[in-house]
């Protein structure tokens, strides 16, 4: 197994790494990339089939960009009219719409739960749409819960989310709360999942609420 001698990073928690370091999270992907190459090696078969390779590659471009290199692999692709949603931004609406449905758990009415919500997002500084100078509405909210409810297969990104947030586990685990709290909850783990899936807006802490 590979040691710390071998890694070009201090052994600062990536959690540190990811959310403090002002560059958007890309130390702290950079150095869990090289955690995973390094822990594939360990395994004949991904020697034998080159698997670590493209993470390898990932990670060494990651860390070109400091030396002010931008690898082929790190370049945008051209695209022709509006660029399509990134799955971060998928996994926010399914986890904005799991929120409502926490909400409404607690006996909060639907419309109640979008405004909640939509102030919560607001307050991160998260925006309707990449690059939008709005800000997030209950109908934003509403229009972002239809969408996860639409995929009847539960096959996209969204989906999914939603669906990990309310397994028998996590229903049960959060009903046992009592209102207030869960209610808090519900928010502050929403503050949480933006927190970490976009670090470039941790400059804008929210305040935590109850309601």
């Known amino acids: 197994m590979p040691d710390c001698a071998s890694c070009s990073m201090t052994c600062v928690p990536l959690k540190q790494l990811y959310q403090e370091q002002g560059d958007s999270g890309r130390a702290g992907a950079s150095a869990a990339l090289g955690a995973v190459w390094r822990y594939l090696m360990l395994f004949k078969g991904t020697l034998a089939e080159t698997l670590h390779v493209p993470i390898l590659n990932l990670h060494a471009s990651l860390e070109a960009l400091d030396n002010g290199f931008v690898g082929p692999i790190l370049k945008p692709v051209p695209q022709c009219g509006r660029a399509p949603s990134t799955d971060a931004r998928a996994a926010l609406k399914g986890c904005v719409a799991g929120t409502v449905q926490r909400l409404l758990r607690t006996g909060l009415s639907r419309q109640d739960a979008n405004v909640v919500v939509a102030k919560q997002l607001t ?28 995929d009847v297969a539960r096959l996209g990104t969204a989906a999914m989310m939603y669906d990990s947030m309310l397994t028998r586990a996590e229903i049960d685990r959060f009903s046992a709360l009592p209102q207030d709290q869960a209610r808090s909850h519900a928010l502050n783990s929403l503050a949480g999942f933006v927190q970490a899936i976009f670090p470039e807006i941790l400059e804008r802490k929210p305040v935590n609420h109850t309601i």
């Open 123 to 150: 307050r991160l500084g998260v925006r309707p749409e990449r690059g939008s100078a709005g800000e997030v509405t209950a109908d934003t909210v509403r229009h972002w819960c239809e969408e996860v409810a639409a």
